[in-house]
């Protein structure tokens, strides 16, 4: 079975500008978390998708949003990129709200300059 | 948010047991007790879960103290592929049922052959 699957694993923007980070979760997980990791720490929780429902959002500004599709695929959107937007960005799954434990993609590596 | 405090480094040898213990003094009666762990350019792998019993599985086990205030993952035996940063999770339920996992600093274990 396909774990979760980030797309792309690495790209480069240019501050000012957008993007889009996409997440597959494994088949039949409905729900899907974002997750920012800056270099050198833990990964900072940024939402949480459930039944295509926004479930919980982090401590991040309005640029940030996010949206689940009906195959529960997810998208993260950044807007007007900072420097300190450059992270590995992970995204993770499970069958329903973390009721076991949740199964993480390798991330998207996004560098700002 | 309920916070775990962990000792930033630990070594070990290859093939002996491995104790890696954590702090959560603040920890509400629903928190559920999470360990991940991380190997280099990957994302964080589910290790084990528990909310007041001892748990094992084919990774690891989990001790909880009494108290719930600390617990410690146990590696049975550890081999060079346990080399990672290990974090200690406590799975914080927030409002309309959203979930999130607040990651702290992680504990890096060395695994000398």
């Known amino acids: 079975d396909a774990g979760v699957t980030q797309s792309p694993t690495h790209l480069i923007k240019t501050r000012g500008q957008h993007v889009t980070l996409r997440c597959s979760p494994i088949?039949?997980?409905?729900?899907v978390s974002w997750y920012q990791q800056v270099l050198g720490q833990g990964p900072q929780f940024i939402f949480q998708y459930y039944e295509k429902e926004e479930r919980g959002r982090g401590n991040f500004p309005d640029r940030f949003s996010a949206r689940q599709f009906p195959n529960y695929s997810s998208e993260l959107n950044v807007n007007a990129l900072l420097l300190g937007d450059s992270a590995l960005y992970l995204c993770?799954?499970?069958?329903?709200?973390?009721?076991?434990?949740?199964?993480f993609g390798s991330g998207t590596r996004l560098t700002v300059v | 948010d309920a916070k775990t405090t962990q000792p930033n480094s630990m070594e070990s040898n290859e093939e002996e047991p491995v104790h890696l213990p954590c702090n959560h003094s603040?920890?509400?009666?629903?928190?559920?007790i999470h360990w991940y762990r991380q190997l280099p350019s990957q994302g964080p792998e589910y290790v084990i879960h528990?909310?007041?019993s001892n748990v094992n599985n084919r990774m690891a086990s989990l001790a909880i103290a009494e108290d719930r205030k600390s617990s410690t993952l146990i590696l049975h035996r550890a081999t060079l592929r346990d080399a990672a940063v290990y974090y200690c999770?406590?799975?914080?339920?927030?409002?309309?049922?959203?979930?999130?996992?607040?990651f702290g600093k992680g504990t890096k274990l060395t695994v000398n052959p």
């Open positions: 088949s039949g997980h409905k729900s």
């Open positions: 528990g909310l007041t």
């Open positions: 603040t920890i509400s009666g629903t928190d559920y």
């Open positions: 993770a799954s499970s069958w329903e709200t973390g009721r076991e434990g949740y199964t």
């Open positions: 999770i406590l799975r914080a339920l927030g409002t309309g049922g959203s979930e999130k996992l607040v």
